[in-house]
C-alpha cells in the first residue's frame, strides 16, 4: 500500500511514493513516523536500485529509475514512465469481454509475456535469492488457488476454467 503522486515539471516528471504498512492509514504524518513504513520503504527503493543495475534487459522490458530516498518524508522519487497499470488492463479486458465486445489486439497476453521475460531476465542475473525462483507446478497450483478466488466474483466462472485448462496445456517460455 502506499500514497502515490505524479510530478510534472518542465524538464520531465517524477513519481513520488509514500509507502505505508497500514492499508487505512491515511494520515501522512503517521505513515512518514510508522517505523515499519520506514523500513519498507528503505527496502524498496534499494530493491529498485538493486534491480536497475541489473544490465541487458531483454527489448520491451525496463526497470524504472530511482532517484532519491528521503527518509524524513519516508518517500522514494523514481522517474515517471508513462504505463498501464496491469490490473486495469486486465479489469478493461474483462469488462469488454463480459459486455460482449473484443478484447483489444493480444494487449494483455502480450504485457503478461512481457513481465515473463522481465522475470525471467531478473532470476537469471542473479540477483533473486532461491525464495524468488517457482516450478511450473507450483506455479499452476497457486494459479488454481487464485482461480478459485477469482471464480467467486466472475459472471461467467466457466471462462476461468477454460482459461486455466489452456494454461496448463500451454508449455510457457518464462
Not at 11 to 37: G, L, M, N, T, Y
Not at 55 to 74: K, M, Q
Not at 141 to 160: F, H, L, N, S, T
Not at 168 to 173: L, P
Request: glycine letters at 6%; hydrophobic letters at 40%; one cysteine or more.
Amino acid at each position: 500500500w502506499s500514497i502515490s503522486y505524479r510530478l510534472a515539471f518542465r524538464e520531465r516528471s517524477v513519481f513520488v511514493k509514500i509507502p505505508k504498512a497500514e492499508r487505512r492509514q491515511s494520515d501522512i504524518a503517521s505513515v512518514a513516523a510508522d517505523p515499519r513504513s520506514l523500513e519498507s520503504a528503505r527496502a524498496e527503493f534499494d530493491g529498485f536500485a538493486q534491480i536497475y543495475g541489473i544490465p541487458d534487459w531483454p527489448e520491451g522490458c525496463a526497470t524504472v529509475r530511482p532517484l532519491e530516498y528521503i527518509p524524513s518524508f519516508n518517500t522514494i522519487v523514481t522517474e515517471f514512465v508513462p504505463s498501464e497499470d496491469l490490473y486495469r488492463q486486465c479489469r478493461r479486458a474483462a469488462i469488454r469481454d463480459s459486455l460482449g465486445w473484443l478484447p483489444a489486439s493480444g494487449s494483455v497476453h502480450q504485457s503478461l509475456v512481457r513481465c515473463g521475460a522481465w522475470l525471467r531476465h531478473f532470476q537469471r542475473s542473479g540477483h533473486c535469492g532461491e525464495t524468488m525462483r517457482v516450478s511450473g507446478e507450483r506455479l499452476m497450483a497457486d494459479i488454481g488457488i487464485w482461480a478459485q478466488e477469482i471464480k467467486r466474483q466472475c459472471v461467467r466462472p466457466a471462462r476461468v476454467d477454460a482459461v486455466l485448462a489452456r494454461l496448463e496445456r500451454s508449455r510457457w517460455s518464462h
